[in-house]
């Protein structure tokens, strides 16, 4: 079946700008995950979605980023006024139970901010 | 806090010669443990997963891990390396009580002489 996707896979913006970043998860599975991959940190948790619960968001960098995931299904990951810093591979995970643990990535939207 | 060890950032072996990457972990209990492969330019796949139970875990090509409670570790191998999995690989700790947030590794680079 088919796996996770991300679009777009790659975003150059300019600095100041804002960017939405996509990820539509395994069809059925309840619980979605963003990471961030960058040189300089490796990677890290950012926000968490459990079915209808209040999201985790314990790992943002910043109030700059937002979260938001639309009918139990795809998700969209938010930036305002990027900076350089956020230069980085965001990766979106799945997982069919919370109980399992298990989760399946999808390839990633590798963002450049000039 | 917990976290993952990869002492390693990059080893070489040869074709055919056995492979062991190594990973410690701290974490306050029995802990969800998983090993992640990523190519150049990709997502992360899933390599194996121990949850409880049998502590030698096999996975996907050939792959396989040992869970040592006493060492904190969770060490990778393969008896026969091929040249296509030089990638980077990845170690990771899900923290149950946290829905089963990732907490990676820093990766090792495995790169295979012919």
């Known amino acids: 079946g088919a796996g996770v996707s991300q679009s777009p896979s790659n975003k150059v913006t300019e600095k100041g700008k804002d960017v939405e970043l996509r990820c539509d998860p395994i069809?059925?599975?309840?619980?979605l995950y963003w990471y961030r991959q960058s040189l300089g940190q490796g990677l890290e948790f950012l926000i968490y979605f459990q079915g209808n619960s209040a999201p985790d968001k314990s790992g943002l960098p910043s109030d700059r980023f937002s979260a938001e995931r639309t009918g139990g299904s795809v998700s969209t990951l938010t930036i305002q006024r990027t900076q350089q810093e956020d230069s980085a591979v965001y990766l979106c995970a799945s997982s069919p139970r919370r109980e399992t643990g298990t989760q399946y990535f999808g390839p990633g939207t590798r963002l450049l901010v000039l | 806090a917990q976290s993952v060890t990869q002492p390693d950032i990059h080893i070489t072996v040869s074709e055919g010669a056995s492979l062991e990457l190594r990973c410690n972990y701290s974490y306050g209990a029995t802990p969800y443990l998983f090993w992640y492969v990523q190519s150049p330019g990709q997502g992360l796949q899933l390599l194996l997963k121990y949850f409880s139970g049998d502590t030698l875990v096999q996975g996907i090509k050939g792959f396989e891990a040992e869970f040592k409670r006493s060492q904190s570790s969770f060490n990778l191998r393969k008896p026969s390396v091929h040249w296509s999995d030089a990638a980077e690989y990845f170690c990771?700790?899900?923290?149950?009580?946290?829905?089963?947030?990732?907490?990676f590794g820093a990766g090792t680079i495995l790169r295979v002489k012919s």
């Open positions: 990771a700790v899900g923290l149950m009580e946290y829905g089963n947030k990732l907490v």
């Open positions: 069809s059925g599975h309840t619980a």
